[in-house]
């Protein structure tokens, strides 16, 4: 059950082409179920809902207002970031935000002062971290070789 002690409850602000790429790692993240979605467009709302099984939220705010929501994630345009990743912020929830994080240093300055005024994790989604090509570069630069 989102939640739960053992279960962090996710939501998505915004629910375009990327949110399906989220939906599949949270469904294969252990200890995660993606508990509902907004998006601007409500039909597009209830056709990810659909697909993903979760529910769909009238509004941003009645998703950060959900106690069964913990995190976050901010899958919209970017210049509405920082406003997204400032209201879940300031309603206690974690945040991952899909790249790029904000459109200045100043923006992300802000979610990070936020994030550390809540004791909130605040995170960008690098979907590539964990790629091959980026391992081997990371480990040719801790060996001095690159």
């Given at each position: 059950?989102?939640?739960?002690p053992?279960?962090?409850?996710?939501?998505?602000?915004g629910?375009?082409?990327?949110?399906?790429?989220?939906?599949?790692?949270?469904?294969?993240?252990?200890?995660?179920?993606?508990?509902g979605?907004?998006?601007?467009?409500?039909?597009?709302?209830?056709?990810r809902?659909?697909?993903?099984?979760?529910?769909?939220?009238?509004?941003p705010?009645?998703?950060?207002n959900?106690?069964?929501?913990?995190?976050?994630?901010?899958?919209?345009?970017?210049?509405?970031?920082?406003?997204?990743?400032?209201?879940?912020l300031?309603?206690?929830?974690?945040?991952?935000?899909?790249k790029?994080?904000?459109?200045?240093?100043?923006?992300?300055a802000?979610?990070?002062?936020?994030?550390?005024?809540?004791?909130?994790?605040?995170?960008p989604?690098?979907?590539?971290?964990?790629?091959?090509?980026?391992t081997?570069?990371?480990?040719?630069?801790?060996?001095?070789?690159?």
């Amino acid at each position: 059950m989102a939640g739960t002690p053992d279960t962090v409850g996710v939501g998505f602000i915004g629910a375009g082409d990327i949110s399906i790429l989220h939906a599949r790692a949270v469904a294969k993240a252990h200890g995660a179920k993606l508990v509902g979605l907004w998006n601007r467009g409500q039909d597009r709302a209830k056709q990810r809902a659909a697909e993903f099984g979760c529910r769909t939220y009238d509004s941003p705010e009645a998703l950060v207002n959900d106690p069964a929501v913990n995190a976050v994630f901010v899958l919209t345009n970017l210049e509405t970031h920082l406003e997204y990743t400032k209201l879940a912020l300031e309603h206690g929830k974690h945040v991952l935000v899909e790249k790029p994080v904000g459109a200045s240093v100043a923006e992300i300055a802000e979610m990070k002062r936020l994030a550390d005024a809540n004791g909130l994790v605040c995170m960008p989604g690098h979907n590539y971290i964990y790629e091959s090509g980026m391992t081997r570069t990371r480990e040719l630069v801790e060996a001095g070789d690159l």
